[in-house]
C-alpha cells in the first residue's frame, strides 16, 4: 500500500510541474498572442487593448493559478485564434489519436509476446537467425518511412484494402479503423521488434535459473517450464519497455498524423504552436503528460504485481 501511495504521490507531483512548465514556456519565448491575432498591421494601442482583454497583462502567476484551478474544474479556457472553448476543440480530436495510440499498443502486444515465445522455443533455429536480422532492419528504419512505405503498398498497389484518404470513425468506424491500421503499425512496428529480442533474450536468460532446473527435475518438458515458470517472469522488463514505449507513442503518433493526413491531437497541436495559441497548447502538453506518466505508473503497479521482490511494503 506504501508503495502504492509513494507512485501516486510521485505522479501527482510530476503532472503539477508538467503544468508549470508548459505555461511559463510560452511566457519566455518570441511572439506575443495579441500581435499574432491582430497581425502585424495593428497599432500598439490595439495591441496593448487585446492584452488587457486577454488577461495578459497580469502576473505570470496570477494567470497560471487561474488557469490550473480551471482546468481542474474542466475548464480548460478558449482558443486565442478561434474564440471557442479549448475542451470543444480537444474532444473533437482526442479520441482520433487515442485510438491511434491504442491500437499501436495492441499491436505491439499482440505481435511481440507469441513471436518472442516461438523465438526462444526455437533459438539457433531458421527462423530465429531470420528474425533477428528483420528485426535489425526494422528497428533501424524510422517510422515515418516504415509509413511512407506501408501507405504506397497497401493504399497503391491493393487499393481495396484501405481508404484513399482519412474516413472519420463517425462515419464508417470498420473503415476508420482499415485505414488507422497502417500508421498505428507504423508507430508499433520497431517497438515490436525490440520487444522480441527483449523477450528472447530475457526468456533464455530465465531458462538458465535453478527453478527451471528444479521444474525439468518434476518431469515437466522444456516447453512447459518455459510457459508456465519462466515467461511470468521474463514478461517484467518487457512490461516495463512496452509501457516506456506506449508512452513514446505519443510523440510518434504527431509524426506519424503528418504522413496519412489525420487529423488528429498532434496536427492541433503543431498548428497551435505556430498560431501562438497558448491555451490549447498547454491544454495538449497537459493531456499528452498525464498519459505518459499514467502508463509509467501502471507498469511500475504491475511490475510490483508480477515480481515481489519489488514490493516496498
Not at 471557442?84 to 479520441?95: H, R, S, T
Not at 518487457?238 to 496519412?260: D, L, P, R
Request: aromatic letters at 10%; glycine letters at 6%; charged letters at 15%.
Amino acid at each position: 500500500m506504501k508503495y502504492f501511495a509513494k507512485k501516486l504521490c510521485t505522479l501527482i507531483i510530476t503532472l503539477f510541474i508538467v503544468s508549470l512548465l508548459a505555461f511559463l514556456a510560452f511566457q519566455v519565448i518570441s511572439g506575443d498572442p495579441a500581435t499574432s491575432r491582430l497581425g502585424t498591421h495593428a497599432t500598439p494601442e490595439q495591441v496593448e487593448a487585446l492584452r488587457k482583454e486577454m488577461g495578459l497583462d497580469r502576473p505570470v502567476f496570477v494567470r497560471y493559478g487561474e488557469w490550473l484551478v480551471n482546468f481542474l474544474r474542466g475548464d480548460m479556457g478558449e482558443s486565442y485564434r478561434y474564440n471557442m472553448p479549448v475542451q470543444d476543440m480537444i474532444a473533437e480530436k482526442l479520441p482520433t489519436t487515442a485510438i491511434l495510440i491504442l491500437m499501436a499498443c495492441g499491436l505491439m502486444i499482440a505481435l511481440a509476446i507469441p513471436i518472442g515465445v516461438f523465438t526462444a522455443r526455437h533459438a539457433g533455429g531458421m527462423f530465429d537467425r531470420i528474425l533477428t536480422v528483420t528485426n535489425q532492419i526494422v528497428m533501424a528504419v524510422p517510422p515515418v518511412f516504415v509509413g511512407i512505405l506501408l501507405s504506397f503498398a497497401f493504399g497503391s498497389l491493393i487499393r481495396a484494402l484501405t481508404p484513399v484518404s482519412f474516413i472519420s470513425y463517425g462515419d464508417n468506424f470498420p473503415r476508420f479503423i482499415l485505414f488507422m491500421l497502417f500508421p498505428a503499425l507504423s508507430i508499433a512496428l520497431a517497438r515490436i521488434s525490440m520487444s522480441v529480442k527483449l523477450l528472447r533474450s530475457s526468456l533464455l536468460d530465465e531458462m538458465e535459473r535453478p527453478y527451471i532446473r528444479t521444474a525439468y527435475s518434476r518431469g515437466h518438458s522444456r516447453d512447459t517450464a518455459l510457459r508456465r515458470h519462466a515467461l511470468r517472469n521474463a514478461l517484467i522488463p518487457v512490461i516495463v519497455f512496452m509501457a516506456v514505449s506506449a508512452a513514446e507513442m505519443v510523440a510518434g503518433s504527431i509524426i506519424i498524423e503528418q504522413v496519412f493526413a489525420i487529423p488528429g491531437i498532434g496536427r492541433l497541436l503543431l498548428a497551435s504552436i505556430s498560431n501562438r495559441d497558448y491555451p490549447v497548447v498547454q491544454a495538449i502538453v497537459l493531456i499528452l503528460a498525464f498519459w505518459v506518466v499514467v502508463v509509467n505508473f501502471i507498469a511500475d503497479i504491475l511490475s510490483q504485481y508480477m515480481d515481489p521482490r519489488v514490493r516496498l511494503g
